[in-house]
Every structure is written in C-alpha cells, then in structure tokens.
C-alpha cells in the first residue's frame, strides 16, 4: 500500500515539460503567408520525445501579453516569455532566399538557462522546401533531451 501511494505522489509532482515554437524570422524575399506556411510545416513535424507542444494560440497571447513583437526576440525576452508559459524550451527559426535557395536554421533555447541547447538547419532549392523543413523538424527534435 505503501508502495502504490508513494507511486501516486510521485506521479502528481512531475510536471509534463512542454515547448513552444515562435514564427520564424524572415528575409527580405519570403512573405509573410510563405513564412506562415513554413512554420507551421516544421510545427506540425516537430514532436521531441517526452514534450508536449504549448497551444499556438496561447503562444501569441502571451507575445501580445507581455507586448513582445512576433519574432526577433532576445534571450531576455525568450526567457520571459518561456517562463509564463511554464515552457522548457523555445524554438525559434529564420529563414531566408537567396539566388533561388532556401536557407532555414532553427534553434532551441533551454528557459532556465537562456543558452541554445540544439540547432539544425539547411539550404535548399524551393522545389525541396517540405522534405527538407521535415527533415530539419526531426533533426532538432532528434537532439533534444
């Protein structure tokens, strides 16, 4: 009995570790709806073992919250924003195009140290943008712990 009661008290003190993944900064040639499209492409193939991913809607309510701008945010402001959202990390993304190619870098940032804990990223003709941000997806995903 002891056991199963120790067992339940251990269970309601772990806290899911969760992640939230901003918008990705973009250059000068990609438009918004084409970033949009981007993002939400590696959002919807990112999955790190053992996280939850934090509701997108609640990511830009705290952005518009704390009066953050979407993207271009600096550890400091990183940080704070994770902590509201009781995030362990948060990915942030750029991408832009030159001469016909896409180059996408990705980072995650650890909250409670404010380092870059994974990176990934590639350069690649616009014909191979999903295959590519799919696999770029796994890789970060791949090295996070």
């Known amino acids: 009995m002891f056991f199963f009661a120790a067992l339940c ?3 309601l003190t ?5 992640y939230a993944v901003l ?3 973009t250059g000068s040639k990609i438009d918004t709806e084409e970033a949009e499209n981007i993002t939400h492409l590696f959002l919807t193939n990112f999955h790190p073992a053992r996280y939850s991913e934090i509701d997108r809607q609640r990511v830009n309510s705290a952005i518009s919250e704390l009066g953050f701008p ?3 945010l600096d550890h400091q402001q990183l940080t704070k924003l ?3 959202l009781e995030a362990s990390f948060i990915v942030v993304g750029s991408m832009s195009e030159k001469s016909g190619e896409y ?3 990705v980072q995650a940032i650890d909250i ?3 380092t870059t804990v994974a990176t ?3 350069t690649f003709k616009k014909s191979k943008c999903r295959k590519k941000v799919i696999s770029i997806a796994g890789k970060l995903a791949g090295k996070i712990k």
Not at 14 to 18: E, I, L, M, P, T
């Open 23 to 25: 918008e990705f900064e």
């Open 103 to 105: 180059s996408v870098d």
């Open 70 to 72: 979407a993207t271009g």
């Open 112 to 114: 409670s140290t404010g």
């Open 82 to 84: 994770g902590r509201m």
């Open 9 to 11: 008290m251990a269970t």
């Open 14 to 18: 772990v806290q899911a570790q969760k």
């Open 120 to 122: 990934a990223g590639d």
